[in-house]
């Protein structure tokens, strides 16, 4: 699957394999960046500014990768998810949401059918969209990371109960 995990945009004019080469390595070290970022600034409590920074190291990024990789690939991915935890740690539901919405078609390509990685986006979805107001989404969500769990974890897992309490209860 390493080829679908680093796909290319598909255009008239396709970048090069030195273009795709330079991405890759730009897309490593930006990943790197984010990571000691954000290591540093845990340690420091992170501040609204400080947050506003990270979200906008994302933000650049995916702006600047995008125009080489497809959604789909795991550097894009990487991205998106750091940008949804910082939207998460701000309470931007909305934002959040946003990169999870982009997150999840790629992860039910890229994992298998019963990953545990793509229940638990699902599960992240589903609380969003609760949050957010939007029942039907949400419920929905919050089955499908269900049907996940119930095949990796068992029908009787705590998980699995804790996830049906919360649909009983909106």
């Not at 059918?113 to 979805?125: D, E, G, I, T």
């Amino acid at each position: 699957q390493d080829k679908a995990k680093l796909e290319i945009c598909k255009l008239n004019d396709p970048p090069s394999a030195e273009t795709i080469k330079d991405m890759i390595k730009y897309a490593r070290n930006v990943i790197e960046e984010f990571r000691r970022a954000k290591h540093y600034k845990y340690i420091l409590c992170l501040t609204l500014t400080s947050l506003v920074e990270l979200l906008e190291i994302c933000e650049l990024s995916l702006d600047k990768m995008g125009a080489v990789f497809e959604d789909s690939n795991v550097y894009m991915l990487h991205m998106r998810y750091q940008a949804m935890g910082v939207c998460l740690y701000v309470q931007d539901w909305e934002g959040a949401l946003c990169y999870g919405q982009k997150i999840i078609r790629p992860y039910s390509k890229h994992y298998p059918s019963y990953s545990l990685n793509v229940a638990s986006m699902w599960l992240k979805l589903g609380r969003l969209y609760m949050a957010l107001k939007n029942r039907t989404a949400g419920v929905k969500a919050l089955k499908r990371a269900i049907a996940i769990m119930e095949v990796a974890h068992g029908k009787d897992h705590p998980y699995i109960s804790e996830i049906k309490k919360e649909l009983e209860d909106h």
